[in-house]
C-alpha cells in the first residue's frame, strides 16, 4: 500500500479560491497531479455530493472534506494550509487548514482504520497545532505519519467524582455521585463513516476522561463496529446518539436517556453533551430510547434533539431502501416479458370457449418448458391481436411476466412496512405491511401507502410506550403491538381514508370522459394526463388515467385514427417521462443526487423504456417537493406534444419494445425526448436552487 500522504500532497500557505466547491476542484486536482487519481472527475463529484449533505467545516478553522469513491484506487490525503481562509461551513468561522480525505470504494479495513486514526487526531490542539506552525511539506508528512501509525494510546481512566465535576466546567451538573463513577455509552455515525463518526467519538471520549466518566463508544463507521457488550450498556446511566444516520440495532438501548444530536456536535460541543447526558440520566422525565427496556423491541424513531425534517428523511428512506429491490427487480423482469413475448401477453383472451383468461397466468398454471404452450390457442385479444412469438418465447415471456407482477405486488407493502419499521422497529413490520396490501385494495397506491405506514409505525410506538407487567412484556413485540396496530390503523386507513380517495378517483374519471368527448380539447386533455401520469407513480390518479386510456383502446380496436388510440400514446409516453428524465438528471449533475439514486438511475433508464413509471418513486419518495412538480411539468409537455402530433398507440404497455404498434413514431419520439429533457432541467434547476440540496443519506 502507497502512503497516506507524500509531500507532492500538500501545499502550504496557497490560495485555492474564494469558496469550498473551488476548494475541493483544487484539492482533487493536487491528487491527480500527484498520480493518484483513476477519474478526478469522479472523485470531484463524490466530495462535493458529501458536501452537500452536511459542511465539513469544524471549530478552530478545520475543513475535512471527505468521500468513498471510484475515483482513487488507494487512499490519498492532501493537505492545504490555506491564504486566504475559506467559509466550509464552521460556526466560528473559515477554515485555514484543509485535508481532502478520499477513500477507494470498496476499500479494505487497513485503508480506514489509518484514516480513521487521522480523524481522531484532527480533534488533538497539539496535533492542529503541529500543522499550523510546519514549515515544510516533508514536515506535516511526518506529523501525519506519526498519527497514523502510532498505536491507540490507553485510555485514561476516569478521575474521581470531585474532580469530575470540577473538570466539566459547564456548570450542569456533577459528572459522578458520591458512590462511585457515572457510566455512559454513545454511538457516532455518519453517512461515509470516514472522518466525522471517530472525530465525534474521539471528542466525546476526551470530554468524558476531562469530567470523569466512564463512557464506551460504538463507532458505526465504514472501518467496521464492534457493538457494545449488552452488559455495557445495561450498566449504563444514558446514551448519546452523534448521528446524520440510523443507528444501527438501536433496540438494544432501549429505556435509556437520550441526548441525540448530529455527528458534528460532539466536535464542538462534546463537555456540554456529556453533562446533558448526566442531567437527563437523573431526570426521571427525561427523553428516552423508544422502547421497553425489558424487550428486544424498541422504536427506531428520531429521539430528543433530531429534527422533525431529519425524522422525515430518514423514515421515508429507509422504507424507500427496502422498497427498491422490489421495484429493480419487478420492473426488469416484466420489460424482458414484453421483449420476449410482446405486449399482448399481458392480455385476457378466449381458450377453450371460457372467456376472459389471463394468458400469462393461464400459460405459466399449465405449461412448462416441456410441455410448451399453444399461442393459438389464444383467441378474441383486444384490438384483434395475436401471439406470434412461438411457443417458447411466449412461455418465457409469460413466466417473466408473472414473476414481474409478483414483485411488483410486493412494493407498496414494503415500502409501507418499512416505514412502519423505521419509527417503530420490527413490532411495525406486520401493521405497516398490512396498510400496504390495504392500500392496493383501496386503490391509494404508493401515496396510501406511505401515509398507512406513518399512521402504522405511530400506532404501534405509541403502544410500545405502554406500562405493562413483567408478565406480558414478552407478549407485547410479538402479539399485542402487531394486533392492536393493525387494527386502529386498519379503521383510520379504511374507514376515513379509502372511500374519500375512491370518490376521487370516480370524479377523475368522469372529468377524463368529459374531456374526451371533445376533440377540440385534445391537447389540454393530454397535458392534464400527463399531470396525473407523474404526480404519484403508479398511485390512484395514475391507475384512474391508466384505466381511462385503456379502456377507450379496447373501444378503438377497428379503428384506424381514433382519439383512443392518441389518449393511449399520450399515457404511456407520460408515464416513460418520470423515470428516463431522473435516470437523465442522475447523469448530467450527479452531486445532486446520493450514491444510492445515482445507481437507481441506471435501472430508471431500463424502467422508463419500459413504461415502467414506478421507477421514479425512489426519488419521488426521497424528495418530493422538487421532484414531483419537476416530473409532472414534464410528462404534461410530453402528453401535450403527443395529442398535437397526433400519436397512436395500439398497446396498452411495454414502452419503446411497442414500436411496431406506434402510429407517427418521429411525433412518437420527439414527445418523449421534450418531455425528458424538460423534466430533466426541472430537477436540477429546482435541486440546484435549494440552499443545501436534499439528498438521502447513504448509511
Known amino acids: 500500500m502507497s502512503e497516506l500522504i507524500t509531500p507532492e500532497l500538500v ?103 489509518i484514516l480513521t486514526k487521522l480523524a481522531r487526531a484532527l480533534v488533538r490542539p497539539e496535533f492542529v497545532a503541529g500543522l499550523r506552525g510546519a514549515s515544510t511539506d516533508a514536515e506535516v508528512v511526518r506529523l501525519v505519519d506519526e498519527v497514523v501509525s502510532a498505536e491507540a494510546p490507553a485510555r485514561k481512566q476516569p478521575v474521581g467524582a470531585t474532580a469530575g465535576a470540577a473538570a466539566a466546567g459547564s456548570g450542569a451538573g456533577t459528572a459522578a455521585t458520591g458512590t462511585g463513577v457515572r457510566r455512559l455509552v454513545a454511538v457516532t455515525a455518519c453517512p461515509t463513516g470516514i472522518a466525522h463518526t471517530y472525530m465525534a467519538a474521539e471528542a466525546l471520549q476526551a470530554a468524558a476522561d476531562r469530567a470523569g466518566v466512564d463512557l464506551q463508544i460504538e463507532t458505526q463507521g465504514s472501518a467496521g463496529s464492534t457493538p457494545l457488550d449488552p452488559s455495557v450498556i445495561a450498566n449504563a446511566e444514558a446514551v448519546i446518539f452523534a448521528v446524520d444516520v440510523g443507528v444501527r440495532d438501536r433496540a438494544r438501548f432501549a429505556g435509556l436517556p437520550l441526548v441525540s444530536s448530529g455527528v458534528k456536535r460532539p466536535i464542538d460541543e462534546g463537555d456540554a453533551m456529556i453533562a446533558e447526558a448526566i442531567l437527563r440520566a437523573d431526570d426521571p422525565s427525561a427523553a428516552r430510547v423508544e422502547g421497553d427496556a425489558g424487550s428486544a423491541e424498541a422504536g427506531s424513531a428520531g429521539g430528543a434533539g433530531e429534527s422533525f ?163 406480558l412484556r414478552g407478549l407485547m413485540p410479538v402479539l399485542v403491538i402487531p394486533l392492536l396496530a393493525t387494527l386502529i390503523t386498519g379503521l383510520v386507513v379504511v374507514v376515513l381514508l379509502g372511500k374519500p380517495l375512491n370518490l376521487l378517483t370516480t370524479a377523475l374519471t368522469n372529468g377524463l370522459n368529459s374531456l374526451g368527448d371533445n376533440p377540440g380539447l385534445a391537447i389540454l386533455l393530454g397535458v392534464v394526463l400527463g399531470l ?65 439514486e445515482r445507481e437507481n438511475g441506471k435501472a430508471a433508464w431500463a424502467m422508463g423504456a419500459s413504461f415502467i413509471t414506478e421507477g421514479a418513486i425512489p426519488f419521488a419518495a426521497a424528495d418530493p417537493l422538487r421532484v414531483i412538480p419537476a416530473i409532472m411539468l414534464g410528462s404534461a409537455v410530453t402528453g401535450g406534444l403527443a395529442e398535437a402530433l397526433d400519436v397512436t398507440l395500439r398497446a396498452p404497455h411495454g414502452g419503446i419494445f411497442v414500436l411496431f404498434a406506434v402510429g407517427n413514431i418521429v411525433g412518437f419520439l420527439v414527445s418523449l425526448l421534450a418531455g425528458v429533457l424538460v423534466a430533466a432541467g426541472a430537477v436540477v434547476a429546482l435541486k440546484s436552487a435549494a440552499k443545501e440540496p436534499v439528498v438521502a443519506p447513504v448509511a
Open 309 to 471: 425534517g431529519g425524522t422525515v428523511r430518514r423514515v421515508l428512506m429507509t422504507g424507500v431502501s427496502y422498497m427498491i429491490p422490489f421495484v429493480a427487480a419487478g420492473g426488469l423482469l416484466i420489460a424482458l416479458g414484453f421483449l420476449f413475448g410482446g405486449y399482448e401477453i399481458v392480455f385476457s383472451a378466449t381458450k377453450d370457449g371460457v372467456q376472459g383468461v389471463n394468458i400469462a397466468q393461464d400459460i405459466v398454471l399449465n405449461n412448462s418448458f416441456v410441455n410448451l404452450p399453444d399461442p393459438a390457442s389464444y383467441t378474441d385479444l383486444p384490438n384483434g391481436a395475436a401471439l406470434t412469438h412461438g411457443a417458447f418465447l411466449t412461455y418465457l415471456a409469460a413466466l417473466l411476466i408473472v414473476l414481474g407482477q409478483a414483485a411488483f405486488g410486493f412494493l407498496v407493502p414494503a415500502l409501507a412496512g418499512y416505514i412502519a419499521y423505521a419509527i417503530a422497529d420490527r413490532p411495525g413490520i406486520a401493521p405497516g405491511f398490512v396498510m400496504g396490501a390495504v392500500a392496493g385494495v383501496t386503490g391509494t397506491g404508493f401515496i396510501g401507502g406511505i401515509i398507512g405506514g406513518v399512521i402504522a409505525g405511530m400506532v404501534a410506538l405509541w403502544i410500545s410506550r405502554w406500562k405493562v407487567p413483567a408478565a
Open 532 to 596: 396525473m401520469m407523474a404526480f404519484d407513480m403508479g398511485g390512484p390518479l395514475n391507475k384512474t388515467a391508466y384505466a381511462f386510456a385503456t379502456t377507450g383502446l379496447g373501444a378503438a380496436a377497428t379503428s384506424t385514427d381514433a382519439p383512443e388510440l392518441k389518449v393511449m400514446a399520450a399515457v404511456m409516453l407520460a408515464g416513460m417521462v418520470p423515470p428516463l428524465a431522473l435516470a437523465l438528471a442522475t447523469v448530467v449533475r450527479p452531486r445532486l443526487f446520493t450514491l444510492q
Open 11 to 113: 501545499r502550504l500557505d496557497v490560495d485555492l479560491g474564494s469558496d469550498k466547491l473551488g476548494v475541493i476542484a483544487a484539492l482533487a486536482g493536487v491528487v491527480d497531479s500527484a498520480g493518484r487519481a483513476v477519474d478526478v472527475g469522479r472523485l470531484v463529484a463524490d466530495a462535493e455530493a458529501r458536501e452537500a449533505k452536511s459542511p465539513t467545516g469544524l471549530k478552530d478553522g478545520i475543513a475535512i472534506p471527505h468521500c468513498r469513491t471510484t475515483g482513487v484506487s488507494e487512499p490519498t490525503l492532501v493537505f492545504a494550509r490555506l491564504a486566504p481562509p475559506v467559509d466550509f461551513g464552521a460556526k466560528d468561522g473559515p477554515a485555514d487548514l484543509a485535508f481532502l480525505i478520499a477513500a477507494p470504494e470498496g476499500g479494505d479495513n487497513t485503508h480506514l482504520q
